[in-house]
C-alpha cells in the first residue's frame, strides 16, 4: 500500500444558525493514499463543499484533525497554511478558475513562480502537462479564447504542475456539457494515477465516480457511505446514467 | 523578495493585456494632471508677476515706515533713512526703492508696466543681463525688465515714451533703454527701472506732490554682512532707526496686497481637483477590484500570500498614475508652449514640482480602500465556497 497522502480523523465543523449550533461535518474520518482517486459525493447541505475548504486549508476544523502529507491543519497559523496550500495543495474549482489576464501556460507557470520554480525546465513542464491534457495549441490562448472544458484542463495542469501532494475539484464538470465532462475527469484520473497524488473530487453527478477508486458519500454532515470495490463504483456510476 | 517579483508580474501582465482599459484610466488622470498643473503653474505664474522683484532682491531685510503694516504702497520714509541706515554696524548696504506704475506708449500697443525707481550699484537694483546699468542724477535713462522686451519687442538701445499723469494733465517722458534685467516682475506688471530723480519727475503724481522735487522712498532694502542673522539685525535697525518697521522678505511677499488671497484661492482649486482626482481613481480601482474578487479569490486559494496580492494591486496604481501624471506633463508643457506671454503661466516652479509628487501619490491615496478591500478578500467567499 502506498503511503497516506491525507488524514481525516474526527473531523468536525460547526457553525451558529439562528442561534443554533449545526454540524456541517460531523465526526467525519477517512484516509486517501497517495495514487489514490476519490470521489466525495452527497445531496446539496451534505458538508461535501465544507469538507472540501478544510482540505483546501481555506477553512479551520472545530474540532480533529487533518494531515496533509503528514502536517496537521489544526497547528498552523494562517501564514503556514498559505504556505501549504501553495506547495502540497493543487485545486480546481467550478468556475472562475483561472487568471484572465494569464495565457494558458502563464497560468499553470504561477503555481511554479508561486514555488520558485519558474526556470527554464518548469516552463517545458507546463508545456508538455498541457500537451497532455490536448492543449498544445492553445499555450498561449488567454482563458477568454478557450472553452470551458479547455478551461478546465487548464485548471488541472495547473493543480498538478507543482506535484502536490493532494489535488482535490471542486465540481470539476459543473459548467461543462456531458462529453467534456467525461474528458475531464477521466484526464484528471489519469494525471492523478501517473503523477501517484493523491485526488478528491467533490461531485453530485455520480456518473463521473467510473473513473475513481472510491466513493466517499455524505449526508448530513456525516460520512454514511464508502464504495470502494471497482464493480459497486460502476453500479453506482452507471446507474446514475440509466436514471 | 520573491513576493514583490510576483506582484510585479502580476500587476504588469495585467496592465499589458488589458491596455486599453488601463490607457484610459491613465488619459482621465492625464486630464486631471494637466488641469492641476495648469492651476499651479498660473499660481506660479501670478505668485511671479506679483512678488518676483521683491523675492530677487539682493538683500535679507526690508524697512517699512512705522505702523504701514509692511504694506509697500502704504510706505513713504524719510529720503535720509537709507543713509542712517547704512550707518547701523551689521548693514553691509540699503538700497531705496520707490515705487510706481505707468504706461509704455512708443509700442504698436500701450504697455502697463510698474515703474521703479533704484539707485545703481545699491540693494534694489537687480542684477544686470544685457546693456549697463543707467546712470545717477536725472539721467533719462531706463533699464527693462526682460518680460517687457518680450512683450513690447523693445531691445536695449531704444527710446522708449511714457505717458504720465501729472495733476490733471497727461504729459509724456522719452528714457533711452539701456540695459536689461530677468524676472523683476511686481505687482502684476512686468518693470522698467529709473534713477530716483529720474523716477520723482516722471511718476504720476497729484497737483499737491508736483511742488515738490523731493522723491521718497516707499522701502528700503537692507544687505546684511551676515545674512544669518536676520532677527537680531531686525531688533538692531528698529532701536536704532525712528519711524521705521523691519520685516523679512517672506513677511514683505505675504504682506504684498491681495498676495495672500490669490494664492489662497489658487491653493484651494488646486487642492479641489487633487481631492477630485483622488475620488476619481479611488472609484476607478475600487470597481475593478470588485469585478476581480473572484479571481483574487483564486489566487489566495492556490497559495497567494495578502502581501503578494495587496503589492499587485498598489504597483498598478502606481503605474497607472505615473503613465497618467507623464502624459498629463507632457500635456501641460505643450500646452504652455502656445500660451501667449502675458498669460501668468510658470510651468518649472516649485508648485509644479510639488504638485506632480502630489499626483503621483493621488493614485495610491485613492486605491487606499481598494488595496485593502483585495487584502481583505477571503477566498472561501469570493469562490463562494464558505
Given amino acids: 500500500m502506498s503511503s497516506i497522502a491525507l488524514e481525516v480523523k474526527d473531523l468536525v465543523k460547526s457553525f451558529s444558525l439562528d442561534g443554533a449550533m449545526i454540524n456541517a461535518v460531523d465526526n467525519v474520518s477517512f484516509q486517501v493514499h497517495a495514487g489514490e482517486f476519490v470521489a466525495l459525493v452527497g445531496p446539496s447541505g451534505s458538508g461535501k463543499t465544507t469538507m472540501l475548504s478544510i482540505l483546501a486549508a481555506l477553512l479551520s476544523p472545530t474540532s480533529g484533525q487533518v494531515l496533509i502529507d503528514g502536517q496537521d491543519l489544526a497547528q498552523m497559523n494562517e501564514k503556514r497554511r498559505v504556505k501549504l496550500r501553495r506547495e502540497k495543495i493543487g485545486f480546481t474549482f467550478q468556475s472562475n478558475n483561472l487568471i484572465p489576464f494569464l495565457t494558458a501556460q502563464e497560468n499553470v507557470e504561477f503555481m511554479l513562480r508561486l514555488n520558485g520554480q519558474a526556470d527554464k525546465a518548469g516552463r517545458v513542464r507546463s508545456a508538455e502537462i498541457l500537451a497532455r491534457l490536448g492543449l498544445s495549441d492553445r499555450l498561449h490562448n488567454l482563458p477568454a479564447q478557450l472553452s470551458g472544458g479547455q478551461q478546465q484542463r487548464v485548471a488541472i495542469a495547473r493543480a498538478l504542475i507543482h506535484n502536490p501532494a493532494v489535488v482535490l475539484a471542486d465540481e470539476p464538470t459543473a459548467s461543462l456539457d456531458t462529453e467534456r465532462a467525461f474528458q475531464v475527469v477521466e484526464t484528471f484520473a489519469k494525471l492523478v494515477h501517473e503523477n501517484n497524488r493523491a485526488g478528491i473530487m467533490v461531485t453530485h453527478d455520480l456518473r463521473m465516480c467510473q473513473y475513481v477508486d472510491r466513493v466517499l458519500q455524505m449526508q448530513d454532515g456525516k460520512l454514511v457511505r464508502a464504495v470502494e470495490t471497482k464493480k459497486e463504483i460502476m453500479e453506482l456510476a452507471h446507474g446514475a446514467i440509466k436514471h | 523578495m520573491k513576493n514583490t517579483f510576483l506582484a510585479f508580474y502580476l500587476a504588469l501582465k495585467e496592465v499589458l493585456r488589458n491596455r486599453g482599459r488601463f490607457l484610459l484610466v491613465s488619459m482621465v488622470i492625464a486630464l486631471i494632471t494637466l488641469l492641476v498643473l495648469f492651476i499651479a503653474a498660473l499660481g506660479e505664474g501670478l505668485a511671479n508677476g506679483n512678488r518676483q522683484y521683491v523675492a530677487n532682491l539682493d538683500a535679507q531685510l526690508i524697512v517699512f515706515l512705522d505702523k504701514s503694516d509692511y504694506n509697500i504702497s502704504a510706505s513713504r520714509l524719510d529720503t535720509n533713512t537709507a543713509r542712517t541706515i547704512r550707518r547701523v554696524d551689521g548693514v553691509a548696504d540699503a538700497g531705496p526703492i520707490y515705487t510706481s506704475n505707468t504706461e ?111 522723491p521718497f522712498p516707499n522701502i528700503i532694502a537692507v544687505k546684511l554682512a551676515d545674512p544669518s542673522q536676520v532677527e537680531v539685525m531686525k531688533t538692531r535697525l528698529i532701536d536704532q532707526v525712528s519711524k521705521i518697521e523691519v520685516a523679512d522678505i517672506v513677511t514683505t511677499i505675504n504682506n504684498i496686497p491681495g498676495y495672500a488671497a490669490q494664492q489662497g484661492t489658487v491653493q484651494t482649486q488646486g487642492f479641489f481637483t487633487l481631492l477630485i482626482g483622488v475620488l476619481v481613481i479611488g472609484g476607478f480601482f475600487q470597481i475593478q477590484i470588485l469585478q476581480k474578487v473572484p479571481q483574487i479569490g483564486v489566487l489566495k486559494a492556490i497559495g497567494s500570500s495578502n502581501g503578494v496580492v495587496g503589492w499587485a494591486a498598489v504597483i498598478q496604481i502606481v503605474v497607472v498614475t505615473a503613465m497618467g501624471v507623464g502624459i498629463g506633463g507632457v500635456l501641460t508643457y505643450l500646452f504652455s508652449l502656445g500660451l501667449p506671454p502675458t498669460i501668468p503661466f510658470v510651468f518649472n516652479g516649485v508648485r509644479s514640482f510639488a504638485a506632480i509628487i502630489l499626483l503621483l501619490l493621488i493614485g495610491p491615496l485613492g486605491g487606499l480602500v481598494s488595496i485593502i478591500y483585495a487584502v481583505r478578500i477571503e477566498p472561501l467567499k469570493a469562490l463562494r465556497l464558505g
Fill in chain 2, 104 to 214: 509704455i506708449v512708443s509700442t504698436e500697443k500701450p504697455l502697463k508696466v510698474s515703474l521703479l525707481g533704484v539707485e545703481a550699484g545699491r540693494p534694489g537694483m537687480p542684477v544686470i543681463i544685457e546693456g549697463r546699468e543707467f546712470r545717477g542724477g536725472e539721467a533719462r535713462e531706463a533699464v527693462i525688465d526682460r518680460n517687457v522686451a518680450l512683450r513690447s519687442g523693445i531691445k536695449v538701445g531704444d527710446v522708449i515714451e511714457i505717458r504720465s499723469t501729472q495733476g490733471v494733465d497727461d504729459q509724456f517722458f522719452t528714457l533711452t533703454v539701456v540695459g536689461m534685467v530677468d524676472g523683476q516682475s511686481y505687482f502684476f506688471a512686468p518693470t522698467i527701472f529709473v534713477p530716483p530723480a529720474t523716477w520723482e519727475q516722471i511718476r504720476p503724481q497729484s497737483e499737491a506732490d508736483l511742488n515738490s522735487d523731493t
